[in-house]
């Protein structure tokens, strides 16, 4: 059985350079109801403004993902990473003991939209580091790409032990998973809309459970899918 998380659910937070749509408890932004699903933390849907950003700011004890949807983002770190992000790009941090780092949209006139994640990790006091890779939407194209895992060369390598896979679904197409026991699943819908069983499910909505998956996209849709201990 599926838990159903909607859109306009979603805590709302910003500024004039910024609007935010909170999944979870984030900041200002407090829901009991809604504070975690497993190890995941944070998934805050974030529009910044050209010519904006977060200035440099810590992180302790998190691993960080960022998914961009539009845009580009400028990184820098005290690490010593410096790099812009773009759609297709996904950014990975593990704060570890401690990191500093500043997010600037350089654009003149474009804003940027994109997902961070935030997952908690399964120890504290991880050493700091940074990677990022691009991910082409053929390759995600009516399958499960997979982006971020423990223990695979081909995606991004976290501490945790979760998964997370990106599809881009044409309108009409169809896509199972099958978690093994004792997992978990997430699935946010990016953008389109997409039936689950009796479900509907359009942009921001999500559903989370234990049972098999199957999702028909009734528009053209992206979609995240967490598999979580």
Same mark, same amino acid.
């Given at each position: 059985m599926w838990q159903l998380h909607r859109a306009e659910e979603r805590g709302r937070t910003g500024a004039k350079w910024l609007k935010s749509a909170h999944s979870f408890s984030f900041g200002e932004?407090?829901?009991p109801e809604a504070v975690r699903c497993g190890p995941l933390r944070v998934i805050n849907e974030d529009v910044v403004a050209p010519q904006s950003g977060f200035p440099m700011h810590p992180h302790k004890d998190m691993e960080i993902i960022t998914y961009i949807l539009s845009g580009a983002l400028?990184?820098?770190?005290?690490m010593g990473n410096g790099s812009v992000i773009r759609a297709g790009d996904v950014q990975y941090m593990c704060a570890g003991t401690g990191v500093r780092h500043s997010e600037w949209n350089p654009s003149v006139d474009t804003p940027v939209h994109l997902l961070q994640i935030w997952v908690l990790p399964p120890q504290n006091a991880l050493p700091p580091s940074y990677d990022q890779r691009h991910f082409a939407d053929v390759a995600k194209l009516n399958r499960w790409c997979l982006l971020v895992a423990p223990d695979r060369e !081909? /995606?991004?390598?976290?501490?945790q032990n979760f998964r997370l896979y990106a599809s881009v679904l044409d309108q009409g197409a169809e896509l199972g998973y099958q978690p093994t026991s004792a997992r978990r699943l997430y699935l946010h819908v990016v953008h389109g809309v997409v039936q689950v069983g009796d479900l509907l499910l359009?942009?921001? !909505? /999500?559903?989370?459970?234990?049972?098999?998956?199957?999702?028909t996209a009734t528009q053209a849709a992206e979609l995240l899918l967490f598999d979580l201990p």
């Open positions: 932004y407090y829901n400028e990184h820098r770190d005290s !081909d /995606a991004l390598v976290v501490h359009g942009a921001g !909505d /999500a559903i989370s459970g234990s049972a098999g998956l199957s999702v």
